[in-house]
């Protein structure tokens, strides 16, 4: 089973968890962590403790934003567990399409997943208007 942990600024991090089983029901191989609020240790601790209690092995990592804190915080795992998937831009397809994977993902699968999670980014007024025109060219 792959294992997945999100992290995020403030609390985007737990709605996504919640949205996704609201879809796919109860998840316990999804874990969501949230940076920045007061009540909260330091992401990076509350990152160490779960990686140290689940493992590494099928561990997918997804933040918020290339660049942000949050990402960037998780990076030096990957010096030490190269095996870690560490992915940025977290949306609701690409935690729907890595959670529900039966086995192991490959590079190539999970290539294909990101491909497919950024094409869900549409700008659904021009696909109308488009459509109204009677065009196919977006």
């Known amino acids: 089973m792959n294992t997945i942990i999100l992290a995020s600024h403030g609390e985007l991090s737990q709605g996504l968890k919640q949205t996704a089983e609201m879809i796919l029901g109860p998840a316990n191989n999804i874990y969501a962590l949230s940076a920045y609020r007061d009540e909260d240790e330091p992401i990076e601790g509350q990152m160490q403790q779960l990686?140290?209690?689940?493992?590494?092995k099928n561990l997918f990592i997804l933040t918020d934003?290339?660049?942000?804190?949050?990402?960037?915080?998780?990076?030096?795992?990957?010096?030490?567990?190269?095996e870690i998937h560490l992915i940025t831009g977290m949306n609701l397809p690409l935690v729907i399409s890595i959670a529900t994977q039966a086995g192991e993902i490959s590079?190539?699968?999970?290539?294909?997943?990101?491909?497919?999670?950024?094409?869900?980014l549409i700008d659904c007024s021009r696909l109308l208007q488009t459509s109204e025109k009677g065009g196919d060219d977006l």
């Open 51 to 56: 990686v140290t209690k689940l493992g590494t």
């Open 65 to 82: 934003i290339l660049g942000g804190s949050v990402n960037n915080e998780m990076l030096p795992l990957l010096k030490d567990n190269p």
């Open 107 to 120: 590079s190539n699968d999970l290539q294909r997943i990101i491909i497919e999670s950024q094409n869900s």
